[in-house]
T-cell receptor, first 112, second 117 residues
Framework: GDSVTQMEGPVTLSEEAFLTINCTYT??????LFWYVQYPGEGLQLLLK?????DKGSNKGFEATYRKETTSFHLEKGSVQVSDSAVYFC???????????FGKGTTLSVSS | GAVVSQHPSWVICKSGTSVKIECRSL??????MFWYRQFPKQSLMLMAT?????????EQGVEKDKFLINHASLTLSTLTVTSAHPEDSSFYIC?????????????FGEGSRLTVL
């Protein structure tokens, strides 16, 4: 079945460092791909999305490109801030009414 | 747009009592709502899928008589934890998919932290 694999965390960075969180997927068909962020004690917020191959989703300085050939959707940010500390979830889904399939989440901790 | 509100955000109850959690889509009609459970430092576990006006579909291992889900309208779904026990303590998160437009993304509520004493 469909699945999402994320790099294990936690990821600990200094402020202004470059961030990459790897995400690969297995899916039939052509899913949409998402990154969600969860701040402590809160629900999930959609960070960015891509709906087809080679699409690049971007938001708040974060980017991810839908790579069909490598079945990947890695999250990147050029310069992280302390406020980016959170748990990041990669997910895939489709329009058929089914729930999103989430990776296990990667905890990012940014120190000043 | 696409705001989902959950209430209460936290609740403490005694063992054996029932707790109801509401999930509302504030500015869109949700064709489908999903209930997830999240344990500390773990990913989200899908509990059930509910469509307006029909019975919820539960994931394997989730007791439907314990976790009652009602999707009364296109903007409201409720999760009732019946006869709660300490092992039911968890962070419950609802999410909704809007009718149109949609590329499959879900919009999440703020979550409800349940503590059963």
């Amino acid at each position: 079945g469909d699945s999402v694999t994320q790099m294990e965390g936690p990821v600990t960075l200094s402020e202004e460092a470059f961030l990459t969180i790897n995400c690969t997927y297995t899916a039939t068909g052509y899913p949409s791909l998402f990154w969600y962020v969860q701040y402590p004690g809160e629900g999930l917020q959609l960070l960015l999305k891509a709906t087809k191959a080679d699409d690049k989703g971007s938001n708040k300085g974060f980017e991810a490109t839908y790579r069909k050939e490598t079945t990947s959707f890695h999250l990147e940010k050029g310069s992280v801030q302390v406020s980016d500390s959170a748990v990041y979830f990669c997910a895939l889904g489709n329009q058929a009414g089914t729930a999103l399939i989430f990776g296990k989440g990667t905890t990012l901790s940014v120190s000043s | 747009g696409a705001v989902v509100s959950q209430h209460p955000s936290w609740v403490i109850c005694k063992s054996g009592t029932s707790v109801k959690i509401e999930c509302r889509s504030l500015d869109f009609q949700a064709t489908t709502m999903f209930w997830y459970r999240q344990f500390p430092k773990q990913s989200l576990m899908l509990m059930a899928t509910s469509n307006e006006g029909s019975k919820a579909t539960y994931e394997q291992g989730v007791e439907k008589d314990k976790f009652l889900i009602n999707h009364a309208s296109l903007t409201l779904s409720t999760l009732t934890v019946t006869s709660a026990h300490p092992e039911d303590s968890s962070f419950y998160i609802c999410s909704a998919r809007r009718r149109e437009p949609s590329v499959g993304e879900l919009f999440f509520g703020e979550g409800s932290r349940l503590t059963v004493l």
